[in-house]
């Protein structure tokens, strides 16, 4: 049975952003993240192609990461909307360093940068931890 880690639809709401990296971040891609992020999606044509590839790269991602007490869409909108507050850390039950976020601004923003890289990483660490 196949688990369901991540959300087409949270999938195509990042991706109307996607000529940032969003939506690669969220299905586990930072480095082609941070290429579409500083090409604009390469250059709006690499953007457009993600329109058809959403559907594979969520398999994918639902695949590669453990599913779990953590959800990974919660995460992904925290970190999005409030991550210089470092609610998606609280969330995750990661206290110390979600209260440093909070106090520093993400730690000078450089944290959540981080965190974009990471998040889905970290999220199936804590669930493989939580299932065991």
């Known amino acids: 049975m196949q688990q369901d880690t991540h959300s087409k639809v949270i999938g195509y709401l990042l991706w109307i952003f996607g000529f940032l990296g969003s939506h ?3 299905y586990g891609k930072p480095v082609t993240g941070t290429i579409w992020f500083f090409t604009l999606g390469l250059f709006f044509i690499g953007w457009i192609i993600d329109l058809f590839l959403i559907p594979s790269m969520d398999r994918e991602a639902d695949l590669r990461f453990n599913a779990g007490p953590i959800d990974y869409n919660i995460a992904w909108i925290l970190l999005t909307f409030l991550g ?30 981080y965190d ?16 065991r």
């Open 24 to 26: 690669r971040f969220y």
């Open 116 to 131: 974009f890289w990471t998040l889905n990483t970290q999220v199936s660490i804590r669930n493989a931890e939580k299932t």
């Open 84 to 113: 210089v507050f470092g609610v998606h850390r609280m969330y995750q039950g990661k206290w110390i360093t979600g209260i440093i976020y909070l106090c520093s601004g993400g730690l000078f923003f450089i944290g959540v940068l």
